[in-house]
């Protein structure tokens, strides 16, 4: 079985492996994925995965959140990424010391545009499979 950190990442929602759909996030609708923190990490990035790119989207950003709703975490403006497509790493303002626990990742599209869209567990138009990985001689697929 594959782990998040053998593809770079503390936790993950679910394998990229078996994104199998994409979802048009709604202007100004945030999107909540949950994580969980099995051990203390700094966290310093949050990632996403486009599958189809939006157009001149405008007030987008994305954010880490206790579970209990708390704001952690916020990006700066995240428009120019969601106008391409494939594997997102989005820099949090601050590095942050987190406990082990639930947490969310926030994703906010706030339109102005045609928006991305985003893979998620449910055939993606770009593959997802081998998100973060950057060693050709040890990508999965």
């Not at 990742?105 to 998100?131: E, H, K, M, W, Y």
Request: proline share 4%.
């Amino acid at each position: 079985m594959t782990t998040p950190s053998e593809h770079g990442f503390h936790a993950w929602a679910f394998d990229p492996a078996l994104a199998t759909g994409q979802v048009a996030p709604v202007d100004a609708e945030i999107y909540l994925i949950g994580i969980k923190l099995r051990f203390p990490r700094v966290v310093s990035n949050v990632h996403a995965f486009v599958s189809v790119a939006g157009a001149t989207v405008t007030a987008s950003f994305a954010g880490l959140y206790t579970d209990a709703g708390a704001r952690l975490g916020v990006t700066a403006s995240i428009n120019t990424a969601l106008e391409t497509t494939g594997h997102k790493t989005f820099a949090l303002t601050s590095a942050l010391a987190c406990d082990p626990g639930f947490y969310y990742i926030a994703l906010l599209s706030g339109g102005g545009g045609t928006d991305c869209q985003l893979n998620r567990s449910a055939a993606p138009t770009v593959f997802s499979g081998n998100a973060g990985l950057t060693d050709v001689a040890h990508l999965r697929f």
